[in-house]
């Protein structure tokens, strides 16, 4: 679209209905300069003069993905209309039926692989570390995540460092947040090493700091995000049902949440487990208890739709400055079986968009996520919390996954001894939690855009 021809056009049009009169030609003119601002600015963003129809405007290399104005300004050039009211409401038409949705698409091939490795990052924690366990394929580290409509542009250490000077960015949930900020921290120590300047008791929540850009990180293990008494033994094994008070958020994250200027949470698997519920110092039913106590089943639904709410509520209160992502559900991968009963996740290849099939309590989860979500922007004038909508990328990844590659070398000395052993020894699969590197990776390009971007997304 040539914007100069559009202006002239414009003239014309507007030109003839004015006449002569004085007081007209004034605010003619006025339309003329308005006109001409307008003009140039579109001469100055948009500088091919054959602009396509829109959808594809975030992948032409000369504009900066990450600046909204290009966006808005490429999506108003096509729209050739009559009149200057026309133009603004036409426009706003474009801008909203443009945004791209960049949750949807597809796993594309990358030969450049991942930004770091086993050796180049020291933060991996040994069960998500396949490189070094011995995962002998390597296909999965060649995968880049491609929105339909759009490019999502790479995740730039630098620039994110720069942006978050003197800033505090909170993690906030299980080990799946856990697996997420290792990703981070990887992605960020090619640039900076990253000091880790505390940590709990059982290693679960941490602090560290980039020095250099006074940038601190934060992870704060809370399962439940609720307060909770779980009972668990060293290898992680529960010698008594969980006690959920679903009327209190856990003090561990919301203690210190004043000080946060980015926080990502998420709930997820936990609220699978059996637990007993309490509310008001009562307890009101439980989850997977049948037959104890005589207790209610209200089920997961209930507890995670509650936790959900008074987390979403405490974040949007008006004096809670923090900017906030809500991350979805994250789909495992088990097949023929789950993590307990001999279920195995080995293939080697992405799904494509259509394949794989999300399981039940997947599908539950991440719509309550969804419902709660929408309540809250309904809700709310607050306007600080978006949404990380990781769960349809991550349910087309299930070759992601340690799988039996949690530990080192897991295969090591079966073959040595008898084959008759082989059956009995039980390899414990981690079909959840994603290797690093691994597709995990691409959810930081994904927050980052939709974190600093957000009003592209909303
Ligand atoms: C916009 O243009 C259409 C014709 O293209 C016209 O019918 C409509 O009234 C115009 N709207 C405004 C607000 O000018
Ligand atoms: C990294 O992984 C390779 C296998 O890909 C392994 O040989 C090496 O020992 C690992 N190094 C570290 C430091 O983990
Ligand atoms: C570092 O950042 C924190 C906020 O995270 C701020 O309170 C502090 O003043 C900063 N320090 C310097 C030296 O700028
Ligand atoms: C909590 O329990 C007290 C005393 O039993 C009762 O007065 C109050 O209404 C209850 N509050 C809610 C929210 O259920
Ligand atoms: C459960 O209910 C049955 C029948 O109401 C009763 O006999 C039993 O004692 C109850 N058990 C517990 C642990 O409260
Ligand atoms: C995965 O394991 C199953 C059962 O052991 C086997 O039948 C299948 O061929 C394996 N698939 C791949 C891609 O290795």
Redesign the pocket.
Known sequence: MDTLRLLSKNMKIEGNPFGSSHQRNQFFLKFVAFFLLIGLAYRLIVTDSTVSPVPDVRTSPESSPSDPSVLTAVAEAPASVDSPRNITIASQNVVASTKCDIFTGNWVPDPSGPVYTNVSCRHIQEHQNCLKNGRPDANYLLWRWKPRDCDLPRFNPEQFLDKMR???WAFIGDSISRNHVQSLICILSQVEEAEEIYHDKEYRSKIWRFPSH?F?LSVIWSPFLLKAETFENTEGVSFSDIQLHLDELDHKWTDQYI?F?YVVISGGKWFLKTSIFHENNTITGCHYCQGKNNLTELGYQYSYRKALRLVLNFVAEPNHKAQVLFRTTTPDHFENGEWNSGGFCNRTMPFKESEGEMKSEDVTMRDIELEEFRTTQEEGSNSNIGLLDTTSMSLLRPDGHPGPYRYPNPFAGVKNKDQSRTHQIQIQNDCLHWCLPGPIDSWNDLMVEVMLNREMYR
């Open positions: 003197n800033k505090w006074n601190t000080n200027d």
